[in-house]
């Protein structure tokens, strides 16, 4: 069973960066690719950043790249995302996640087997 844990939520005023930790334990943990997705209120989650465990490649929401960063360090099981720039838009519920699977972009949350519980993230104008 592998578990994760979100970390590094807040409140925040426009214009500050936030970095979000996600701790991962489990028997035997080594996905293919973790990702973080985000979901407003009233809103479909919606994906944010993904990267392969092995060879780190990353991929990136279109409308986020250069303002968010995903990074991992294998050895801690621990992927963040580093968001600069942050805007009142970015505000939403922050969610970790885990794939074995493979696919050809992991943007899809369906795809994604293990999910934290989140994190809130809070941009004030």
């Known amino acids: 069973q592998v578990q994760l844990v979100e970390s590094g939520g807040g409140l925040v005023q426009a214009g500050g960066s936030l970095r979000l930790s996600c701790e991962a334990s489990?028997?035997?943990?080594?996905?293919?690719?973790m990702g973080w997705f985000r979901q407003a209120p009233g809103k479909e989650r919606e994906f944010v950043a993904a990267i392969t465990w092995s060879g780190g490649r990353t991929y990136y929401a279109d409308s986020l790249k250069g303002r968010f960063t995903i990074s991992r360090d294998s050895a801690k099981n621990t992927v963040y995302l580093q968001m600069n720039s942050l805007k009142p838009e970015d505000t939403a519920a922050y969610y970790c996640?885990?794939?074995?699977?493979?696919?050809?972009?992991?943007?899809?949350?369906?795809?994604?087997?293990?999910w934290g519980q989140g994190t809130q993230v809070t941009v004030s104008s």
């Open positions: 489990g028997r035997t943990f080594s996905p293919r690719v």
């Open positions: 996640a885990a794939m074995n699977r493979v696919v050809v972009v992991p943007s899809r949350p369906s795809d994604y087997e293990y």
